[in-house]
């Protein structure tokens, strides 16, 4: 169990009044079952328990929402000027329990020790769960690979400092300029800003190599300026965002090679970059699961709703149904990926070098330059 859960428990049998940040922060400190004693650690803990089971009394929503969504270390004003010094919170009582029922009895489910052989295809919790513990088994044991992705941002933007991060090549490189990114990008969305929203989502795709057209790749930049043209821009963006919030990925409009990067930015806790390399390794990891099981990868992959990002021949694997640039089949597998993952990371050793969701969508993304990389390279 997190912290911030166990901060829950802890704190709800003793105040389901209404609180300020200070209380639960004071509480947090005592209270002895919390993994990090650290404050960072303690300060993450109350604020991640704030976000996920109380609710702020008569704020501004759009303040509400910049806080409650992703990280929320990247809403640092909110954080400083409101949540800590003005809010008063409340429990939101029935979405809270149920939500904490629903987690407890996946989080069971995970822990079962459940024998291969006995997997019904016809049951997808099973086979899923199935699948998530062998891909944790695997990533254990995979050797490490360093992450290397050279970028070079061909556009200035004032919001930027350090010119330095303009290029790089190294995680940390991409790390700290996409956080400056995020955090412009939310600000831009809540402030219906629509130079910096235009300038974040350039900045990010061109950070991915998918904004300005390379040989045969088109790019996203006629799209985007198109958009902008037509001030649908950020409309557009403020809508499918909100959208993705809800989780109703059916009705989402903005996503490709592009976009995926965009999303996977504004909500790292919930969402990977799901691009062609990516879908590369799953997809291999899907295939060899299969295979050792002698059952059809076919029917497992319709079975649990996955379809591939196949741009390309080299990526592509036979009987794996493809996205076909469908903005609702490409959110709907990339948050499929994304949950898998995020239990993946629950049953990973403590030695393991994954420790977040941009941690293992890294690795993928190196395994992933092609399906028969992968199957010489797979352990």
Sequence with gaps: MSDFDTLFESFNQVNKAVFTYVDLHNHAK?????????????????????????????????????????????????????????????LIEAEAEAEAEAEAEAEEKLKQNLPIKEIDLSDKS?????????????????????YVWKYSIRDDVAWLSNKKLLKGSTASESEEILEIAA???????????????FESVRLIMDWGGVYYGQ?????????????????????????????????NY???????????????????????????RVSCSISGYMSFFCEERACSIKVFTNEIGYSQVSHTQKRKFIDIKNINSRPDKWMQSTK??????????????????????????????????????FRKNYR
């Design 126 to 146: 099973n086979i899923l769960i199935a699948f998530i513990k062998y891909l944790a088994e695997k990533l254990n044991s995979e050797p490490k690979i360093n």
């Design 336 to 373: 499929l990926v994304s949950s898998v993952l995020k239990c993946v990371l629950d049953q990973l050793s403590e030695e393991s070098e994954f420790k977040s969701l941009r941690s293992l969508e890294s690795f993928l993304f190196m395994k992933g330059v092609s399906r028969e990389d």
């Design 250 to 276: 059916a009705k989402i409009t903005l996503m490709n090679s592009g976009w995926t990067k965009v999303w996977a930015v504004l909500f790292p806790q919930d969402l990977i970059i799901f691009d062609g």
């Design 30 to 90: 005592i209270c002895s079952n919390l993994n990090s004693k650290t404050i960072p650690g303690i300060t993450y803990a109350t604020l991640r328990c704030l976000q996920k089971y109380y609710k702020p009394i008569n704020v501004n929503e759009e303040d509400y929402l910049l806080f409650s969504t992703g990280d929320p270390r990247n809403a640092k004003s909110i954080i400083k000027n409101n949540v800590k010094k003005i809010w008063s919170f409340k």
């Design 183 to 197: 955090i412009t990008l939310r600000d831009a969305i809540f402030t219906d800003n629509e130079q910096k929203a």
């Design 215 to 247: 040989g045969k790749l088109k790019g996203n930049q006629n799209t985007i300026e198109k958009l902008r043209k037509e001030n649908k821009l950020l409309p557009s963006l403020k809508n499918n965002f909100e959208t993705i919030i809800k989780g």
